[in-house]
């Protein structure tokens, strides 16, 4: 496929959408929506006696409230890893001494350019960042069972949260 032309239609604040011409493989040509999204993190923060902390916050997507791992952009000139801690201490209160990038994923490339990079966070220690203005968070500690116990019977809905833990399992729960 080759790109022929790009238009922004639409500005947002954390996105923007295009209008995106391209070139078929068999010479036709179709207009395709993009959402350009900037990337962000993902942390599957660890406790000393082995719960995961998860956030729980109202989706305006779902309309209702999720129980997600607690995530966040990376913000324009910011490197992920940076990020990463930031945002775990803005949304948990907690700074990790043990952080590790496991890898990474598109949120959804069919129509979004949003890049997950994914993170355990082990060796937590208490030292708090204020949260975002417009997040009203409420923090959950659970087993790491529970936690994929969770997913399993459908509590847990959120896609980038599942991918995250399916990632993580083999570092953090037991065979």
Same mark, same amino acid.
């Given at each position: 496929?080759?790109?022929?032309?790009?238009?922004?239609?639409?500005?947002?604040?954390?996105?923007?959408?295009?209008?995106?011409?391209?070139?078929? *493989?068999?010479?036709?040509?179709?207009?395709?929506?993009?959402?350009?999204?900037?990337?962000?993190?993902?942390?599957?923060?660890?406790?000393?006696?082995?719960?995961?902390?998860?956030?729980?916050?109202?989706?305006?997507?779902?309309?209702?409230?999720?129980?997600?791992? *607690?995530?966040?952009?990376?913000?324009?000139?910011?490197?992920?890893? *940076?990020?990463?801690?930031?945002?775990?201490?803005?949304?948990?209160?907690?700074?990790?001494?043990?952080?590790?990038?496991?890898?990474?994923?598109?949120?959804?490339?069919?129509?979004?350019?949003?890049?997950?990079?994914?993170?355990?966070?082990?060796?937590?220690?208490?030292? *708090?960042?204020? =949260?975002?203005?417009?997040?009203?968070?409420?923090?959950?500690?659970?087993?790491?069972?529970?936690?994929?116990?969770?997913?399993?019977?459908?509590?847990?809905?959120?896609?980038?949260?599942?991918?995250?833990?399916?990632?993580? =399992?083999?570092?953090?729960?037991?065979?």
């Amino acid at each position: 496929m080759k790109i022929l032309d790009i238009e922004k239609t639409y500005k947002a604040h954390v996105f923007e959408v295009e209008k995106i011409k391209c070139e078929l *493989p068999d010479q036709r040509q179709r207009y395709y929506d993009l959402v350009k999204h900037g990337p962000a993190v993902v942390l599957v923060p660890v406790t000393e006696d082995g719960n995961i902390l998860f956030v729980s916050q109202y989706r305006l997507g779902a309309e209702k409230e999720l129980l997600e791992l *607690p995530a966040g952009m990376i913000n324009e000139g910011e490197d992920p890893d *940076p990020a990463a801690e930031r945002e775990l201490q803005e949304e948990t209160g907690f700074e990790s001494l043990n952080i590790v990038k496991l890898g990474g994923f598109y949120a959804s490339a069919g129509y979004c350019s949003e890049y997950l990079n994914i993170y355990l966070a082990r060796n937590l220690k208490w030292n *708090p960042l204020p =949260q975002d203005d417009d997040e009203f968070l409420n923090n959950i500690s659970m087993s790491i069972e529970e936690a994929y116990d969770a997913v399993d019977s459908g509590k847990i809905e959120d896609a980038k949260t599942i991918a995250a833990l399916l990632m993580a =399992q083999k570092y953090i729960r037991k065979s």
